[in-house]
């Protein structure tokens, strides 16, 4: 198998995003080869009509020049030489990169556009990314990696090994049964990938109405086919991003351009490696107010990003002194307490204002509201709380009933941003 650098991932992801989003709205964003070129000087090339393609860019960029007629077109470096992690049995390789694409003045303000677009949509995500036996990088989506709302399945998302169209139905209604929502074609998703042997497209038949797989893509323009391969290893890539800065403008063959950099850092590990990004999902959602006499609530999903999410798992021990043991103690575990703390960044969403407002004035439902209680929360209120972990079309969702303990911490960062911590505790059924 080929392989590639660590920064080539980076510039895959980006070209592909862009040219995902442009067939999305192809008015709104640049995208694909036709427009946008992002040089990292590491791609592989196999054919004579990549590497002619490639050396015209490239004396395009060098010397100053258009000819291509491209948008944007820039390159993709690492200031400083990616380490490895030290760790033989898997591959970690955190990394930082810089970009800057060249542009004419007058597509300037729809080249930012583009750019803070691709920032918003995939800031602080994991990308599932594939390494082909050419040498060729490929991206897939992430099943819930969906930014705002309910966990849903979007256009391209890897749907893990399918071989037929039964796979297919059966993936989706099991995820369906997950509170993972998906609309099947026209209206709905129109295209998935499967990651058998090979990585491998499936569209939505228009005719027979089910999902066929599909190896010429010339009928479908607006769906990306990965190149021909026989083979692939799977990584992820978790990214951040840093702000745009833009040059000032300057004259190049009677045309104004200017040069749009950003950069960032990512993160290329092996796919059976956990990212904190895995984590695409926290929904939380009020049960019941234990009391004398339990009071259910009837409330929604809140779907929250967190910012951190640690935990501990506490056992209570006793202990078990034998001078046949020679002196060495035995335990014997009771009970065991387990606590997850998150930090979530403070919106105007109700749940979070409710208990910013416990926490800081000690506002809660005092019976003065009709049951249930739909607007506020109590020092004995039970959530579910669901965690969504996802990567190359596996999901594992953990639901756990919590109690809300100890503190809730509200702190202000140095970027003046308000961020809250609350620590839940797993509680058991029987009271």
């Not at 599932?128 to 849903?152: H, M, Q, R, W, Y």
């Not at 911490?409 to 029987?430: A, K, R």
Request: aromatic share 10%; net charge negative; proline share 4%.
């Amino acid at each position: 198998m080929t392989k590639t650098f660590p920064i080539d991932f980076v510039r895959q992801f980006i070209e592909q995003s862009l040219h995902e989003e442009h067939n999305k709205y192809p008015t709104k964003y640049f995208g694909g080869a036709n427009q946008v070129n992002l040089f990292s000087f590491y791609e592989q090339l196999e054919k004579d009509d990549e590497v002619n393609r490639y050396t015209e860019m490239y004396r395009d960029l060098s010397n100053q020049q258009n000819r291509t007629g491209l948008i944007m077109n820039g390159t993709i470096i690492a200031p400083e030489n990616p380490t490895i992690t030290n760790i033989n049995q898997c591959l970690i390789v955190p990394m930082t990169f810089t970009c800057n694409f060249r542009v004419k003045l007058a597509d300037r303000d729809m080249a930012l556009e583009t750019i803070n677009h691709l920032i918003e949509t995939y800031k602080g995500r994991k990308i599932d990314i594939a390494e082909l036996n050419t040498g060729k990088i490929f991206k897939v989506g992430t099943i819930a990696n969906n930014s705002n709302g309910s966990p849903i399945v979007t256009d391209g998302d890897c749907l893990g090994v399918i071989n037929n169209a039964t796979d297919v139905v059966n993936k989706l209604t099991t995820l369906s049964s997950q509170s993972i929502t998906y609309s099947a074609s026209p209206l709905g998703v129109k295209y998935f990938y499967g990651a058998s042997s090979k990585i491998e497209t499936w569209v939505w038949d228009t005719t027979d109405l089910v999902y066929k797989k599909i190896t010429n893509g010339s009928a479908y323009p607006n769906i990306i086919i990965p190149p021909e391969h026989t083979s692939f290893t799977k990584y992820q890539l978790s990214i951040s991003f840093e702000a745009l800065r833009c040059d000032t403008p300057r004259t190049l063959n009677s045309e104004e351009y200017c040069v749009i950099t950003f950069g960032g850092s990512a993160t290329l590990s092996s796919y059976d490696v956990m990212l904190g990004n895995q984590l695409t999902k926290v929904g939380i959602k009020r049960l019941e107010v234990k009391a004398s006499t339990d009071i259910t609530v009837n409330s929604s999903i809140a779907w929250l990003e967190p910012l951190e999410m640690p935990n501990n798992n506490s056992a209570n021990t006793q202990m078990n002194q034998l001078v046949s043991n020679r002196f060495l103690n035995n335990t014997h575990t009771d009970s065991i307490s387990i606590t997850i703390n998150y930090s979530f960044i403070l919106q105007n969403k109700p749940l979070l204002i409710q208990w910013f407002l416990y926490a800081r004035y000690g506002i809660q439902a005092d019976g003065s509201e009709t049951y249930p209680y739909t607007t506020y929360v109590s020092p004995n209120m039970i959530y579910a709380v669901s965690e969504i972990w996802s990567a190359w079309g596996e999901v594992d969702i953990h639901t756990y009933k919590a109690k809300i303990v100890e503190s809730i911490e509200i702190d202000n960062s140095e970027s003046d941003v308000l961020t809250i911590s609350v620590p839940f505790q797993l509680q058991g059924d029987n009271n």
